[in-house]
């Protein structure tokens, strides 16, 4: 009896297209009450005052939220490792300083929605300005490696002698690349229904992670995690902006905490920019040494970023550059630039994206220095073990992945020379880059039931942002018990279900898979020695995880792409994609395409269309909404695939699969601009690829 590997509907799918599943605004309670916030138009600088009055006699206006009637937060807090860089993002009202445009300075609370934004705009806030410095420069002099991070953060290595190498190879390719900063935008904006009853407070938010959201609420409260319970039945996406939670949750809470009511709080996208998350621009300087034969001897990869004056947040852009392939001497460095913007964080394969779109992109130029096959320059540099740290791969497949897609994709009788081939208006061309992401598992709790009609009922503080977790995880735990998925009810999306990984990283499933099929093994044991139905077991990983073996674990792709670019006017069309990955054992195949497609798409709209700038003069995103942020609709997809490569690997959890939430995204930029190079005979090194700048 398996489950798993079957491609298996999503069980929300009819909840979700009838309109009956519920997401976070839409909870009901009695007596909510409804909060809008007032944003800074200063970039930096001091509310001096407030003039409440006309706000204040707005029919439906209860009260007015600031910083000097907002509940004091708890804020010397430890989140951990991966959310402490931007705790400061949460002291919402917790001072008069300003630090970037759009954080929230005020909030109306009405009795409507429509009422708390008509006080909203009513209420004047008097700011004091300073003078701001908004504006990211490659090679800024003052990029610094983030505390929070130190010397091992992301991405930062020192292996051998990377210069002296350089200096001794006999071909160097010395390339700068950029990418701009990226909005997340999931299809939900941020919202929060904030409750409090007898001291325990309950929200139902949009969050990726009900009981890292629990945590942080809890520390900032000076609470039990127990008393704070987070509600996630249904998530509209995430793709990083929900993997924390962010100020529009906390300012639910502080307006619940002064009204004493209920409070509900829904972003636009407008306010998105300033609170959602986004991917910190890159400047990128990447040098590749290399012998005639396109044998690596030197990679140096050094990354810049923005960073805010709340957070120490850097992307790990560098880090594949130290493992991807095999070179005795490398560097890699990942700084930051302390601006007055708002804070970036985690987006959809935060630092692998960006960062080997440069690395995949030089890999590219060397191959054309050398006239050698791409996939061959690749296969001559694959190392036997992780490169960055002399630890054993569990599985590393990226040349099947290359290989079998050469076949697939028709690479075999490409002809190398770039700028030779023309369809009437149309130069076509054909790219290929790598992709790669880590494997991590993190312990989770989860609990299983026998019920007595003879179902059984899963629970865990997992979520379903929209990637069909629930399903799978359906699939793991029917596995587990031995019966079919339709006898299991899978339960996720609540703080109090259990403690439990976050949707982020790739790794929801591995992790939150192994507490259920745990779950699901021990309860079926205990069945079958005679316990009675109405059991219920509870189980904890944390054991397990900690016992894996330190190998490097990482799943591999190889990303191809055929782009037409129009010889008059530039532009560019995407004609044929396929993607092949090596992702370890697949939960199910349906909602797995989904997802690597779903990356795929992101990529080639990160390649071609988004791109945020900040505005010089305001210090806030210029593309404030999807009128201005665009990423592509359906008719700028052409033919595009996935191939799944069957990958067995002993080392991962007993589920079997390493992660596919983010690999899709990651080398497809490379991909795109490299057969952008073999269409035109020009390279691109920013991004995105514009018309004006390729004609
Ligand atoms: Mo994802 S960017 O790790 O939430």
């Not at 350089?166 to 999931?186: G, K």
């Not at 990942?334 to 985690?346: E, F, I, K, N, Q």
Request: hydrophobic share 40%; aromatic share 6%; net charge negative.
């Amino acid at each position: 009896m398996t489950s798993v590997g079957t491609p298996l509907e999503r069980q929300d799918a009819r909840a979700k297209v009838t309109g009956t599943a519920t997401y976070a605004y839409e909870h009901r309670v009695e007596g909510v009450l409804y909060a809008w916030p007032v944003t800074s138009t200063v970039a930096k600088g001091r509310v001096v005052d407030i003039d409440m009055d006309s706000a204040m006699a707005t029919p439906g206006v209860v009260a007015v939220l600031h910083a000097d009637n907002a509940a004091r937060l708890e804020t010397n807090i430890d989140l951990g490792p991966v959310q402490q860089a931007s705790v400061p993002e949460l002291f919402v009202l917790q001072s008069k300083k300003i630090a970037y445009r759009g954080q929230i300075v005020a909030a109306v609370i009405a009795s409507s929605a429509e009422a708390a934004r008509e006080g909203a705009e009513k209420l004047v806030v008097h700011c004091e300005e300073q003078a701001h410095d908004v504006v990211f420069r490659a090679r800024d002099p003052r990029a610094y490696v983030p505390s929070v991070l130190g010397d091992l953060g992301p991405g930062n290595v020192n292996r051998g002698d990377a210069d002296a190498a350089l200096e001794a190879a006999e071909v160097v390719v010395d390339v700068a690349y950029s990418t701009p900063a990226q909005l997340p935008h999931p299809m939900e904006p941020h919202s929060t229904l904030a409750s409090w009853t007898e001291g325990r407070l309950t929200l139902y938010s949009s969050e990726q992670g009900p009981s890292n959201t629990s945590q942080a609420f809890a520390a900032l409260l000076a609470m039990d995690a127990d008393d704070v319970e987070v509600v996630c039945d249904y998530v509209g996406g995430g793709f990083g902006a929900k993997a924390a939670p962010r100020p529009p949750a906390v300012l639910a809470v502080l307006a619940a905490k002064l009204v004493g009511r209920p409070v509900k709080v829904a972003w636009n996208r407008r306010l998105m920019t300033a609170h959602a998350t986004y991917r910190s621009p890159t400047a990128q300087r990447i040098r590749l040494g290399a012998d005639g034969q396109g044998k690596l001897s030197a990679i140096v990869h050094e990354a810049q970023h923005m960073t805010s004056a709340l957070s120490d947040y850097v992307d790990q852009t560098a880090s594949s550059a130290r493992m991807m392939y095999a070179a005795e001497h490398a560097r890699t460095t990942a700084t930051a630039v302390r601006l007055d913007v708002p804070s970036a964080g985690w987006m959809r394969g935060p630092g692998e994206t960006p960062g080997m779109f440069g690395l995949e992109c030089a890999m590219d130029e060397l191959a054309h220095r050398l006239d050698l096959d791409p996939i061959e320059l690749r296969i001559r540099n694959e190392p036997e073990v992780d490169p960055s740290d002399g630890k054993p791969f569990s599985s590393r497949n990226l040349v099947a992945c290359l290989q079998t897609g050469a076949e697939q994709f028709g690479w075999v009788s490409r002809d190398r020379r770039p700028g030779t081939r023309r369809h009437g208006r149309w130069l076509v061309g054909t790219g290929v880059a790598a992709s790669r992401y880590p494997v991590f598992t993190v312990p989770s709790r989860a609990s299983a039931t026998a019920e007595t009609d003879g179902t059984f009922t899963v629970a865990i503080g997992a979520v379903d942002i929209g990637t069909g977790s629930r399903t799978v995880l359906a699939q793991i735990a029917a596995d587990a018990l031995e019966v079919p998925v339709a006898r299991v009810r899978l339960d996720l999306g609540r703080a109090s279900y259990s403690a439990a990984a976050f949707a982020g990283a790739s790794l929801g499933t591995a992790s939150w898979g192994w507490a259920v099929d745990k779950a699901g093994r021990v309860l079926r044991d205990r069945l079958r020695d005679g316990a009675p139905l109405g059991t219920t077991v509870d189980v904890d990983t944390t054991e397990e995880v900690s016992a894996m073996r330190d190998v490097s674990r990482n799943a591999y792709g190889a990303q191809f792409a055929e782009v037409k670019v129009d010889a008059v006017t530039g532009q560019i069309r995407v004609e044929r994609m396929l993607g092949v990955f090596a992702a370890g054992r697949i939960i199910n195949p349906r909602t797995a395409r989904s997802q690597l497609i779903g990356g795929m798409i992101m990529g080639i709209g990160g390649t071609l269309m988004e791109a945020a700038d900040i505005d010089e003069t305001f210090g806030d995103f210029v593309q404030s909404d999807l009128a201005g942020y665009h990423f592509p609709t359906h008719a700028d997809i052409g033919d595009i695939d996935v191939v799944m490569l069957p990958e067995t690997d002993d080392e991962l959890s007993p589920v079997g699969g390493k992660g596919i939430g983010e690999i899709g995204v990651v080398g497809a930029a490379a991909a795109v601009a490299n057969a952008v190079h073999h269409a035109t005979g020009r390279r691109f090194r920013d991004l995105p690829l514009r018309l004006e700048d390729l004609r």
